[in-house]
């Protein structure tokens, strides 16, 4: 195939950015690690927990925190309001958030709360700096597609610039650090990360391919210490931008306009700022970043046990090895000194403008920020001239002759060709089509959808609703719409998706299209003509316009007589809007609006995702004429989106390239994964249209003869297969079945051998999509496999199922490196002639070498061992636990493997119990030695091993005897492993006898392995294995075991404990999958729940999981339901099938598409074209009966599961489902799209569904999702440093790891919406809530965008949100955001649900501070119900309640039921925390106090009775809550806990506020100074006023 040009621009940028290094060039790591401990594979700091920790747990449990946090996390959590005497109060300073008080206190607090919250470098970040420098970042904007296909994609400049400039009130208007919306900080990125501006291997820079460039990934994040560099450059760009990377790294001091002392002009050659130093240093210490191979670190072999090491390595290695590399990497730094600087534009017919760039930059990503602009967007031919010289558009700004501050560039417009027509026409089209949210609703481009700004109403923050704050209170109406009430049962389906106003998109014209006098004949194309459009203005004016080389004009065409000659006037214009503003009065002034508001929209609004998010819902929308829209469609877009006409992707030769790529330092790796996700997320775009090409008939089979099942297709230098078992190759594995699910198997097994990624190893692309009930796998082809037989090419392993075995050196070798990782034992199995093979993976694992000389491995469909609960095997005993449980049982397939997650937790496991046996028996050794000899105690002679292991450990002075016998254990199996001479006997048994019994391969070290083999049928091992083979079947039936014995409880144990709280099916599955569970043992876990004491309290999982178990069974019906449909019936089934399976209706007749469109002489010819049946017809017969009884027949015999319901009305009334939810979750399952309108499930007259509800049909696609290993390691060590109450140290962590994510994923990704999560907590915490605020609207946006609109995850997101909304001040909003939380949930679950229990005394509280004092009840004791059926009613969670639900009570001065509330509250604490605990002293005080009040109350009551009118009336009180005690209790009930401070951590923090004013106030006035430190003074003098009490850290909500 060769290589593409993709090769050669890969090589080029690697050119550019490793540029050959003198020879006297320092080391080219980055000098911000040290020089790393390389034994040491997993990052070493990290407990354990944290490793083991879900993929993110928001943050690690609480119990894992040290500090002064060891009480029970209920307990901490439930720790009351007012603590003033210990002066336990958040970091709120009161006056800031009552209304009214205006911004003046909270900017007070804000620049009050600097001395908490300590963020990371601030280098030139004034807001007013920010001003300035916004429009130098906007330069940094960068992604280099000329023609910028999909507005999607554009990248958010200008919206920033003016948020920056919003942002600016006060010099304390916002922390120090982080820039405002999509957060451009002002210093872009650090150190030679800037190298990495390749965002994606693009072919040719020019190519759009590269969506998720089209935001730097600098957005949103503050700059972290480590990065002690000033660029205002992003490393989003495709280019080299090589700042020579052999000079270390950069500081350009001028790059902040108002710069803080750390930049002083005359510091430019100033290595570091001295603070950075001090911080550099600090840093070291702590990271020790491993170089290890980015993937293996978690999955070493003994993977999580490293971290036992942790601390110990992290003494040993960390700090010696850092040490030195200290000194070396400050050598490293060299400076260069570039400095940004200002340039005037000159455009036609605007004023001129400045800008700010970098030296970095090339000059096309200035083409990138005029294209983007508001003034300039509609240019997009044009080239930049200085002094009349053309700069070439790949050049960097350094490398021009005579570019400098202040330079005029001037723009001048060049003639088009059709190729630069065509990217015109395509970007005012997207510019007209900006706001428009059809594309997110069909699923293309990576567009998605987004809510958030329909309930913020515009933007939050500075330029949101904070204008109205001082008469907010007034104003805020808080009905909620009458569905979201508590105990309402109606479950609306259009306000998933509101009317978002910007979407009546101002018409700018009827049509734009492309003319039918296409293409021009040739005597006009010598005349200049290009192409010909067709306008119909809004006036309903018709006119043909002609492209030319000069630009766009009127000709004299109409619809059907051809005058290519200019029209009088004929407006030549270069930009095809200018002709349009000329012609169209209404498209000028709706063209302009549009664009102001396109501007105005939140950038993550518009950034294009990196993989495609569905929506199940969509709105009835007119299909508008669109010639690009129509043209993609048409030329399939293949030759096109690459702008290499005539040349599709080599995806094959990408795709192990980028993984060729090197990989020695963070540099490196960053701009490798960065390359490898960017070409995946292409690659997944590409299979996924080729796979719904293929199944729609749209592509030729490359052997079209064969029967359909059996056809294979190539397109776009993509393989693709169907999912069925082609030439009875899985005949002996379950057929079809087998077949089905051999790609998700081979899917997992290329995401394993990925993540262990061994150099010289290469898998293939592989990509799974389930498309209209068919299974299509595709594939990226190795080259040169076409020409050749099968047999002649697979040297390695087995075609036809271990009859013919063949093996290889150099594949044993490659493969060897992955068995430790992965736990796959090398073995010998016979082949047909009785001959001995190793092996070092499964028999089908084939290995192939392309004619490019690289090794392939594919078929990785059993790189895990097999699961024995669903394989009988004659002969074979199963353990007493699996039989129990009713198994083995026979599964429709013999595929059944053992999940990864399973096979690391087992190893674990045991472990864990290895080194319990050998400590018991040294304990019983070093006893029986302290019996017979007293001269070894002084420890002085130490012939001994075990005695000589002992020493290393007490020297340290921290053994104590629980940890003794571990520890010595773990050095003697190191002594053991590494060298044999030192050890005794009687050791060398221990540890023998302690391999033998945890079943480990070798017997001087644990080393558990499996054999992929065992119990494969038709592979046979060689007699001399015999017992080896006996010991593999054993440790695969104890893994089987362990998986019912301890990891389904498990599971159980933490749905209780409510670690795990699942709200739907997906995170239900999540949640099985993390702990190694497959998804057939679901029924094995329901059953489990049902008989688990304490039913009730799983009340919650139970339901999901019933309603999991009926859609996937409904699922597996409709799979092949669907097979027997051809096109024009299809929505006819599917609404047929809907309602089958939730209609009341009792007898739905399916509507056959109409007769006359089917003529009977077309049919009989295309029979043999339809996959599957021949009767097209036999799907409109199935009734409801038959489908519910399939549906019970099939959760029996997939998940053993016996279901009591024969219709969808009798599972909604015995398992108290919804059908809102069933529809929801089957809808997601199938890819159906559906009409959003209000549905009739219950009506018994018609049926709920017709074929005009059912919109679209879409690909469900599985794939392989990179990962960004070093980012990955810098937020979990965060999140360990979080955790153990290290918050400054965490927050930078998540920050550098924030930064990192940017540099691989772009902007969008679940990961980095995770981590926006975490710092906004952490800014909440640290009393930054403005910084919260803007963090945690990212994340929302991000989580909508990326996980869906009503994803579980998005739930929580609005919640927190509006949290840190009350917070600001903004309580209409919080409001609103709770109330749309609110109403998610009860869409995708319901409103039993414990989750609900908090978001409703969220509500309530809220209600509260506003003085809604009825509805607030309601939610309260909604609250109060679920908490109590939840957490039992003896819980302090319902405690907690019962005080809430009193406070309203008191409020209304119903002190009867407040008074009866408390007094149960109280009960609880006393029984819970005994008498002296602070919270029953406060409850009972706070009963006195009701007492006095209700006493009170009677008597003026009393007297009114007796005196009648002029009764001595004395006034009551009445309290109104204060916003602070209110936002006290959210916090409480949130979770969040601020740590009253001792009179030390006072004088600490006085230290730190001063020495960060010296930093950085040292430009202010002396005033502020003293205010500080009489502030400080302040809170030294009364260590209980509220703004003291820093938070150390909190529990997971």
């Known amino acids: 195939m060769g290589n593409s040009l993709f090769a050669n621009c890969c090589r080029q940028v690697t050119d550019l950015l490793f540029q050959p290094r003198s020879p006297g ?205 000033v660029l205002p450059v992003s490393p989003g760009e495709v280019s080299s931008k090589a700042q020579d990377t052999s000079a270390g790294f950069v500081t350009e001091p001028t790059a902040c306009p108002n710069r803080r002392s750390s930049c002083d002009p005359d510091s430019q050659a100033q290595v570091l700022p001295s603070k950075q130093q001090q911080q550099k240093k600090k840093k070291k210490k702590k990271l020790p970043l491993p170089e290890h191979q980015s993937g293996v670190a978690l999955m070493n072999g003994s993977g999580p046990h490293d971290s036992l090491k942790g601390e110990k390595d992290a003494k040993q290695n960390g700090h010696e090895e850092a040490d030195p590399g200290e000194d070396g990497n400050d050598q490293e730094v060299i400076v260069i000194q570039d400095t940004g600087f200002t340039v005037k534009i000159c455009a036609p017919g605007i004023e001129p403008f400045s800008l700010q760039v970098s030296p970095q930059e090339m000059v096309q990503e200035i083409h990138q920020v005029l294209m983007d602009r508001e003034d300039t967007c509609h240019r997009t031919c044009f080239s930049l001239q200085l002094d009349g010289n053309v700069l070439d558009n790949f050049a960097e700004l350094k490398t021009i002759e005579g570019l400098q501050e202040g330079s005029l560039l001037k723009v001048v417009e060049e003639p088009y060709t059709v190729r630069e027509a065509r990217i015109h026409v395509r970007h005012i089209r997207d510019l007209l089509k900006s706001l428009d949210p059809s594309d997110a609703f069909n699923g293309v481009d990576c567009n998605s959808l987004s809510f958030l700004s329909v309930f913020t109403e515009g933007d939050l923050g500075d330029s949101g609703k904070r204008k109205k704050k001082g008469t907010e209170m007034e104003q805020i109406d808080c009905t909620p719409p009458e569905h979201i009430l508590p105990g309402s049962k109606e479950r609306p389906l259009c306000a998933l998706q509101p009317q978002n106003r910007d979407w009546k998109p101002l018409q700018c014209l009827k049509v734009l299209t492309m003319s039918g006098w296409n293409p021009p004949p040739g005597n006009r194309k010598m005349h200049g003509d290009l192409m010909y459009l067709y306008v119909i203005t809004v006036e309903d004016r018709h006119v043909s316009i002609t492209a030319s080389t000069r630009g766009f004009y009127l000709n004299q065409s109409t619809a059907y007589n051809f ?236 075609i036809d199922f271990g009859k013919t075995v063949v093996s290889h050196p150099k594949y044993l070798e490659l493969l060897e490196k992955t068995s430790r990782p992965l736990k796959i034992q090398k073995h010998k199995v016979l082949n047909d002639k009785n001959e001995e093979v190793e092996l070092c993976s499964s028999v089908e694992c084939k290995g192939i070498i392309g004619n490019d000389g690289r090794h392939y491995i594919l078929d990785l469909l059993r790189t895990f061992p097999p699961d024995l609960n669903f394989l009988p095997v004659e002969g074979e005993e199963m353990p007493e636990e699996c039989k129990k449980m009713g198994f083995p049982k026979q599964h429709r397939h013999k595929l059944c493997c053992l999940r990864q997650e399973l096979v690391d937790a087992f190893v674990e496991h045991r472990y864990l119990l290895f080194m319990k046996l050998a400590a018991l028996q040294l304990m019983q050794q070093k006893a029986n030695k302290q019996e017979n000899s007293a001269a070894l105690e002084n420890g002085a002679s130490a012939e001994n091993g075990a005695a000589e292991s002992e020493r290393p450990e007490s020297e340290d002075g921290k053994i104590d005897d629980g940890v003794t016998g571990l520890d010595q254990v773990k050095e003697l199996a190191e002594t053991i492993a590494s060298d044999d001479g030192t050890v005794d006997p009687k050791s060398r048994e221990v540890i023998r006898n302690a391999c033998k019994a945890v079943g480990s391969i070798s017997d001087t070290s644990f080393d558990i392995r499996f054999n992929p083999d065992i119990f494969s049928p038709g592979v046979r091992f060689p007699e001399s294995s015999k017992e080896e083979v006996q010991d593999q079947k054993q440790l695969l039936k104890d893994a089987a075991a362990f998986l019912l014995s301890c990891q389904i409880p498990g599971l159980v144990k933490d749905c209780l404990d409510h670690t795990v709280l699942p709200m739907d099916g997906a995170t239900l599955a999540e949640a099985m999958h993390q702990r190694g569970i497959n998804m057939r043992y679901l029924g094995k876990v329901i059953n489990f729940i049902t008989k688990t004491p304490g039913r009730a309290q799983l009340d919650h999982i139970f339901k999901i999981g019933i309603s999991e178990l009926i859609t996937r069974s409904a699922k597996h019906i409709f799979k092949t339901y669907l097979q027997g449909v051809e096109l024009s019936g299809l929505s006819a089934a599917i609404s047929h099938f809907l309602n089958c399976f939730l209609s009341s209706f009792p007898n739905p007749i399916a509507h056959l598409p109409a007769d006359e469109l089917v003529s009977k002489k077309k049919n009989k010819k295309r029979k043999n074209r339809n996959l599957g049946n021949a009767d097209n017809t036999a799907w409109a017969s199935m009734t409801p009966q038959e489908l519910w009884k399939n549906i019970c027949s099939e959760a029996k015999n997939y998940f053993d599961f016996s279901l009591e319901c024969e219709n969808a009305d009798q599972a909604a009334e015995v398992y108290n489902l919804q059908k809102i939810t069933l529809l929801r ?77 940017n540099n691989v994923y772009g902007a969008m990704h679940v990961e980095i919406c995770a981590c926006l999560r975490l710092l906004a907590r952490l800014n909440y915490i640290m009393g930054d809530y403005s910084e919260a605020l803007s963090n945690q609207q990212k994340a929302v946006l991000m989580s909508e965008r990326v996980l869906g609109i009503e994803h579980p995850n998005t739930i929580q997101e609005y919640m927190h949100l509006a949290l840190y909304c009350f917070a600001n001040s903004q309580l209409s909003t919080a409001l609103n955001l709770l109330y749309r939380a609110r109403y998610l949930m009860l869409l995708v679950f319901g409103e039993d649900h414990p989750e609900m229990a908090l978001l409703d005394n969220n509500i309530g509280l809220v ?86 009040q209700a006493v009170a109350l009677q008597r003026t009551m009393n007297e009114i009775y007796k005196n009648g009118s002029n009764a001595n009336i004395m006034p009551l009180k009445f309290t109104a809550p204060s916003m602070a005690s209110v936002l006290e209790q959210l916090n409480i009930i949130n979770g969040i806990l601020f740590i009253p401070l001792s009179q030390k951590d006072l004088e600490n923090l006085k230290a730190e506020v001063q020495r960060r004013q010296q930093l950085q106030e040292s430009m202010k006035s002396g005033e502020q100074l003293e205010a500080e430190d009489k502030a400080v003074e302040e809170k030294e003098a009364e260590p209980s006023m509220p703004s003291t009490a820093i938070p150390l850290t909190q529990s997971s909500a």
């Open 25 to 229: 060039s320092p080391d080219e790591r980055s000098p911000l690690l040290p020089k790393s401990p390389t034994s040491c594979a997993v990052f070493p700091e990290m407990p354990e927990a944290a490793q083991r920790a879900g993929l993110y747990p928001d943050i690690i449990p609480s119990e894992a925190v040290t500090g002064s946090l060891q009480k029970g996390t209920e307990s901490i959590q439930d720790l009351s309001e007012t603590k003033d005497k210990e002066g336990m109060v958040a970091v709120c300073d009161r006056s800031g958030l009552i209304p009214g008080a205006g911004t003046v206190g909270l900017l007070r607090q804000t620049e009050a709360s600097r001395a908490v919250t300590v963020l990371p470098a601030d280098l030139g970040d004034r807001p007013a700096g920010l001003v300035d420098h916004a429009q130098s970042l906007e330069a940094c904007r960068s992604c280099v597609k000329l023609e910028d296909s999909g507005s999607a994609h554009r990248s958010c400049r200008r919206e920033e610039h003016m948020a920056a400039a919003d942002g600016s009130e006060g010099p304390g208007a916002r922390s120090a650090g982080q820039g405002r919306v999509a957060g451009r900080s002002d210093t872009a990125v650090g150190a030679p990360d800037t190298v990495l501006k390749c965002r994606g291997p693009a072919p040719s820079p020019g190519s759009p391919g590269t969506p998720s460039s089209a935001l730097p990934s600098s957005v949103g994040k503050t700059l972290p210490a480590q990065s002690a560099v």
């Open 563 to 798: 005058n290519p000659k200019p029209a009088n006037p004929s407006f030549l214009s270069h930009s095809l809007v200018e002709l349009l503003n000329q012609i169209s009065p209404t498209f000028k002034k709706n063209f302009s609006a549009l664009q102001k508001k396109r501007v105005q929209r939140h950038p993550f609004e518009r950034i294009a995702t990196p993989f495609q998010v569905y929506s199940w819902t969509a709105p009835q929308a007119e299909h508008a004429m669109d010639c690009v829209r129509a043209e993609d469609a048409y030329t399939s877009r293949l030759g096109y989106e690459e702008h290499i006409p005539g040349q599709t992707r080599d995806w094959n030769e990408e795709l192990q390239t980028t993984r060729e790529l090197p990989r020695k330092n963070l540099p490196e790796r960053l701009l490798r994964e960065r390359a490898i996700f960017k070409v995946h997320s292409d690659f997944t775009a590409a299979a996924t249209r080729g796979a719904m090409a293929v199944i729609d008939g749209n592509v030729m089979a490359i052997n079209p003869s064969e029967e359909t099942k059996m056809q294979m297709f190539i397109w776009n230098n993509i393989f693709f297969s169907l999912g069925f078992d082609v030439r009875d190759h899985y005949k002996d594995f379950g057929g079809d079945v087998a077949a089905y699910v051999a790609p998700t198997n081979d899917l997992n097994g290329v995401r394993t051998y990925n993540a262990v990624d061994v150099e010289g190893l290469y898998t293939l692309g592989t990509v799974v999509v389930d498309y209209r009930g068919y299974r299509v796998t595709a594939q990226s082809i190795i080259p040169g496999i076409l020409e050749r037989e099968q047999e002649q090419s697979v040297i390695y392993g087995s």
């Open 1225 to 1301: 979750e089957i809808s997601l399952k199938t890819g159906v799209q559906i009409l959003l309108k209000e549905y009739n499930f219950d009506n018994r007259h018609k049926p709920t569904f017709t074929e005009e509800d059912i919109l679209n049909i879409f690909p469900v696609v599985k794939h392989v999702n990179p990962k960004a290993s070093d980012a990955f390691h810098f937020f979990q060590s965060g999140q360990a440093k979080v955790q153990q109450g290290f918050l400054k140290e965490g927050c930078e962590l998540i920050n550098e790891a924030l930064n990192l994510f």
């Open 1407 to 1492: 209600l509260h501070g506003v003085m809604e004092y009825d509805l607030s009840l309601r939610f309260l004791e909604n609250a109060l119900a679920i908490s109590s059926k939840y957490h039992g009613s003896k819980s302090l969670k319902v405690a907690l309640s019962h005080h809430l639900v009193a406070r309203v009570y008191e409020s209304k001065a119903e002190f009867r039921s407040a008074l009866q509330h408390e007094k149960e509250g109280y009960t609880i604490y006393k029984n819970q925390l005994g008498e002296h605990h602070e919270k029953t002293k406060e409850s009972s005080e706070y009963l006195k106090y009701l007492t006095q």
